[in-house]
């Protein structure tokens, strides 16, 4: 039997159809109907957080708050190259120039102590990423921003449900960006949701998202189509509901795969943080020193229908598209470097058994 890396969660087929089933009598489908307005208010309640715009996916949301803060093209923005294309290519694509720093062997996050190094007269933002569920040190990260007058704005595609000595993600910086894709630990199908502490932002984005339109004969901006459905937005009002014990079930997987792994030699898993309630979004093993490379090991898994992801490699400073560009240069960030190329996220939902769990571990230290 195959095993994915990942398998959406779902709720039943009847609640979901129940769920929809107003939508024939509106025949609203799409432009923040009544599902689209219930699932923003679901959210802001379930993260504690004062604002919050939901969009189609995560990557037009950060490209929105980008755009929205409208700082002078060419400006720059701290971020790492550990992460996927999203991040990168929302900076780039805004217009802004990223200028990437070194993770932290640890937990893969931006190395808070490399950030300062790198700000000049041009830095306008920060945006460090969340990754697997592990959380940024937020608290170092907000004094830098704080003293140099910076912006914060995190990718936290990873991170939803994840917390801070019982804060939200949700709620750390200026902004915080969502993915709610499909592979999510709480998805809408496809989807993703700003978080932000300045409420005069609402009425900026929701322009944004929809083509600049801000009254029937007014078109305010440049904007483009980044609106959530009705369909997506129930799907989110229904996986909300179950989010908690999904995540429960995810924990226990994980728990079993740092049993049978933790503490081999030439192994690495992600432990604990310190205050930080994970979310399990992803289980990532480092092979450094093992009896088999990463790319191995990667091999005996698909050789048995088990598919693992090579996440996140390669760097986006090494994205073919940027070969070339001041700045994108992988051996400047050798940390992760390291990681990248040694890193393998291991199967991981809700529903994966604790035989399947042993299966993949066996093959591992066969």
Request: a negative charge; proline letters at 3%; charged letters at 25%.
């Amino acid at each position: 039997m195959s095993i994915n890396v990942t398998r959406s969660s779902m709720p039943s087929y009847e609640e979901y159809c129940e769920e929809i089933k107003s939508l024939w009598d509106s025949h609203w489908l799409t432009n923040m109907g009544v599902k689209h307005q219930q699932l923003e208010a679901d959210l802001k309640k379930y993260l504690n957080t004062p604002n919050i715009t939901l969009y189609v996916n995560g990557h037009l949301a950060l490209e929105n708050i980008l755009e929205a803060y409208g700082w002078e093209k060419g400006s720059e923005v701290i971020t790492t190259p550990f992460t996927f294309a999203s991040t990168t290519h929302s900076i780039v694509r805004s217009g802004y120039v990223p200028v990437f720093c070194d993770v932290n062997p640890v937990d893969y996050t931006i190395d808070v102590t490399k950030i300062e190094e790198m700000i000049t007269d041009k830095t306008v933002a920060i945006m460090p990423v969340h990754v697997y569920g592990n959380l940024c040190d937020v608290e170092a990260i907000q004094a830098i921003a704080d003293k140099h007058n910076l912006k914060v704005i995190y990718d936290a595609a990873h991170a939803f449900g994840a917390s801070y000595k019982g804060v939200s993600s949700a709620n750390f910086g200026d902004a915080s960006m969502f993915s709610f894709h499909a592979t999510k630990v709480y998805n809408t199908i496809e989807g993703g949701a700003l978080c932000y502490q300045d409420a005069s932002l609402s009425k900026t984005l929701d322009i944004w998202k929809n083509f600049g339109i801000s009254g029937q004969e007014e078109i305010s901006f440049v904007g483009g189509n980044a609106k959530m459905n009705e369909f997506q937005a129930a799907m989110g009002i229904c996986n909300l509901r179950h989010l908690d014990d999904e995540i429960t079930k995810r924990r226990a997987v994980v728990e079993h795969y740092i049993e049978r792994l933790d503490d081999v030699e030439g192994i690495t898993v992600c432990k604990e943080q310190k205050d930080v309630t994970s979310n399990y979004a992803y289980f990532p093993v480092v092979f450094d020193g093992y009896k088999y490379n990463r790319d191995e090991v990667f091999e005996m898994l698909a050789k048995e229908s088990i598919v693992a992801r090579k996440y996140f490699y390669p760097l986006t400073n090494s994205f073919d598209c940027y070969k070339g560009r001041e700045g994108f240069d992988p051996d400047a960030t050798p940390v992760a470097q390291h990681i990248a190329a040694r890193v393998l996220t291991l199967p991981l939902y809700a529903d994966l058994s604790l035989e399947d769990v042993d299966r993949i571990c066996d093959i591992i230290l066969k």
